[in-house]
């Protein structure tokens, strides 16, 4: 798998961004999240994310066609980053900061240069 090092830096980043999610209250630019009080809304979002990331790991540990699944992982942290940029002008963004927008371009960079390169 070391063909796929963009790919596992990529995912590396989106671990982190969902650290830094927390810090900048993303759940409030969902449409469904915004809805609830700021506290249930972080406790849904932060749980949401369980099997979100059991999902990845479990794909990554026992899927079939693992390289089936990297590939729509490099697509999804493209479309990841145009989200963040058009939801840049959200009242409720806070993804402001070089720190965020370091990790949330880089994982899309990476997601680019892993399907050039694969």
């Known amino acids: 798998m ?5 790919f596992f830096l990529g995912l590396s980043l989106m671990v982190i961004h969902e650290m830094d999610a927390m810090r900048c209250k993303e759940w ?15 406790i849904v979002f ?7 990331f059991f999902f990845v790991f479990w ?4 899927s079939a066609d693992i ?4 590939k729509g992982f490099n ?6 980053l ?14 402001k900061d070089w720190i965020s927008w370091t990790i949330i371009v880089g994982a899309g960079l990476c997601g680019l240069i892993d399907l050039l390169v694969s």
């Open 59 to 62: 794909k990554l540990t026992y």
């Open 67 to 70: 390289e089936a699944f990297i």
């Open 28 to 42: 409030r630019i969902f449409p469904i999240l915004s809805m609830l009080n700021d506290k249930t809304g972080q």
């Open 2 to 6: 070391t063909e796929h090092l963009f």
């Open 82 to 95: 145009v989200l963040h940029v058009l939801f840049l002008k959200h009242e409720k963004n806070e993804f």
């Open 46 to 52: 932060l749980f949401a994310h369980i099997p979100l």
């Open 75 to 80: 697509i999804f942290m493209i479309i990841h």
